[in-house]
């Protein structure tokens, strides 16, 4: 039995809410309100096929009565068709408790927006058939490299954990500008807060919240193959690290300027990847280490 009133349908987990306070008088005006993105058609549809449902598996449908603190089940669809990404992902080792896998560019880790099957999660749940696979750490669409996924829920908080007491080291790798007049390596501190637009980030006066150490592998004529090792975890952290330096990550669309979006164009993918993860196992205390096998 899942622990679900619906299963899991081509990689994708039914989604869930609990009725929040509010007053409608059916279940057909809740939704449509709550998703405006979504048609009112799409739910009744839905409600017909009876995929949308209660705690107990039973249909709702557009008649039914709003419940504060109902959970209510459903699964994600989108209302245009996905463009396919060209890139496929690697999975680099499996055990009884984690999945690591190589992560192109391009892919989502989870669904979000208008990406839903085309995403590393449903992928991998499509691949593997394990509805209880779960990202514990995440990467940005634009960045490949090492992710790794819980597949046992008894001992995911454990690995949780260690993300959270920043006892993982990261290493990444990045192609950008040359940067001269300065010894490498060294560490880079600012404060990083939100910027001005959606989704991106920025430095501001204050105390630093975020630090990164970057060192040289190798220059490539104008530009340089750097490592940077992020000793904190702020969103976008290296590529405005290195944007703040004057060297931009090639191919970033968001510093240091944002660039109009590219919707589904993969031509230009941004020169950053994860290159590896390594910790002491909180289970076996043996030193585990995972290494991308992708080129910048």
Known sequence: MSRHPLPMRDGVAPSYLYLPEGDWPDMITFLAARFPDVSEASWRERMARHDVVDADGQPLLPSSRFKRGLRIFYYRELEAPETPIPFQEEILHMDEHLVVVDKPHFLPVIPTGRFLHETLLVRLRKTLGEEDLVPIHRLDRETAGVVIFSRN???????????????????????????????????????????????????????????????????RGELTLYRLYPHTGRQHQLRVHLSSLGVPIVNDAFYPVALPCKQDDVSQPLQLLARAISFIDPLSGEWREFRSRRTL
């Open 153 to 219: 829920a008894a001992t995911r908080g454990t690995y949780q954990s260690m993300f959270q007491k920043r006892v993982i080291d990261k290493e990444y790798e990045a192609l950008a500008p040359r940067l001269h007049g300065v010894e490498f390596p060294f560490s880079y501190r600012s404060r990083m807060v939100e910027g001005d637009k959606f989704f991106t980030m920025k430095e501001a006066e204050g105390e630093p919240n975020s630090e990164t150490l970057i060192d040289i592998i190798e220059q």
